[in-house]
């Protein structure tokens, strides 16, 4: 029988090689949980950003009589895969003292995002942005405690008559002396606690109430609940009064509001842009309405919308149009404030469930 000796036998150097490429792509196939708290808040940012300069893009268009277009993101699929493989080969002679050995790793990452629009059309852009927003929910805003200058200056056209500032181009008009005193009025009144309000079941359908609260209030809170009666035309006997939408109240228990739908509240938002006086002087744009009541009132400007062609260092959000930048700056709390608003009330007034609409789907990856 014939015997074959390996000479110079020794340990193959690569053995620890092996071992280190198996630990390596063993530990990246469980990808899945460490992903999930970057692309969360990395997808929830850039959505965020590219929502705010979608809504300032689109008040830039209005004012410059140019078409908005809404489109939201209603889904994002992101799939993730590793392929690894490891490879060993060795090779040996029994009449010489050469051995062989060779080994070889591979391995695939792929990142394939997959993000779903859906341009905002038909009855869904009827109902999110063209429906007046119901008196109701904006009493209950203010009962909330937000401020009743910030709600009723920005979403309320007008009170029992009393008309509020509207900056669009059709229908420009300053505001009521009267209007801008009820403001103020309401505010302290809003600050004392003496306003509330309440649902009635009447019928089939329910019933917003907003009362007076006259007990244990101070006597100069008494006179401004007075004088919101004057100027509303309310009864002077009452101290609840029906919420209802429109501008002319039926009698002097009601409280007729004529309230603004998202888009409108867009509209008159845009015309405190300042646009840059070479495109008013080209007609580019449409000139601002200078509401001489504010002064007399004290009343900022509801947001501060500025231009200028350097691109902004400190911009809460910004935007590029007609070679100009547009941005909020972001150490104007108010106007990020109001902004925000704005955003929230988009959201608020999508009541409905998603309606059939061209859908399109773009692969990112």
């Known amino acids: 029988m014939r015997k074959y000796v390996l000479l110079n036998p020794k340990p193959l150097p690569f053995t620890f090689l092996v071992v280190a490429c198996l630990l390596l792509f063993h530990g990246c196939t469980a990808i899945g949980p460490q992903t999930i708290s970057r692309d969360r808040f990395d997808y929830a940012a850039a959505i965020s950003d590219s929502w705010k300069k979608q809504m ?3 008040m830039v268009r209005i004012r410059y009589g140019d078409t908005p277009v809404f489109l939201e993101v209603a889904s994002i699929i992101n799939q993730y895969s590793v392929e690894g493989e490891v490879y060993l080969g060795s090779t040996w002679f029994p009449s010489v003292s050469t051995d062989s050995a060779n080994v070889g790793a591979s ?9 779903t629009y859906k341009p905002l059309l038909g009855a869904k852009f009827t109902r999110s942005l063209m429906t007046p927003i119901p008196p109701s929910a904006l009493f209950s805003l203010i009962q909330a405690g937000w401020p009743v200058e910030f709600v009723m200056r920005s979403c309320i ?5 009393l008309y509020n500032r509207a900056g669009s181009q059709m ?4 505001g009521d002396p009267e209007f801008y005193e009820f403001l103020k009025l309401m505010g302290r009144i809003q600050t004392s606690g003496a306003v509330d309000m309440r649902v009635d079941e009447r019928g089939e359908k329910d019933t917003y109430l907003m009362f007076f609260r006259r007990e244990d209030v101070d006597a100069s809170i008494q006179k401004d609940m007075e004088r919101v009666g004057e100027l509303l035309g309310l009864d002077r006997d009452n101290n609840e009064f029906e919420l209802a939408y429109g501008s002319v109240p039926k009698n002097k228990q009601e409280i007729a509001v004529l309230s603004r739908s998202v888009f409108q509240i867009i509209i008159e938002l845009a015309s405190y842009i300042d646009i840059p006086e070479i495109h008013l002087a080209e007609k580019r744009a449409t000139q601002a309405l200078t509401d001489i009541n504010k002064e007399a009132y004290e009343l900022r400007p509801l947001i501060c919308i500025h231009a200028n062609k350097e691109k902004p260092e400190d911009a809460f959000v910004s935007v590029k149009y007609h070679e100009y930048w547009f941005w909020i700056d972001d150490k104007d709390l108010e106007s990020k404030q109001l902004f925000s608003f704005l955003m929230i009330l988009f959201t608020l007034s999508e009541t409905g469930g998603f309606r059939d609409s061209p859908i399109v789907t773009v692969p990112a990856g």
Request: hydrophobic share 30%; glycine share 10%; charged share 25%.
């Open 171 to 174: 229908m420009k008009r300053p």
């Open 157 to 161: 056209q007008s009170v029992n008559g």
């Open 56 to 58: 300032l893009l689109n």
């Open 107 to 115: 391995g695939k990452y792929a990142d394939r995002p997959t993000i």
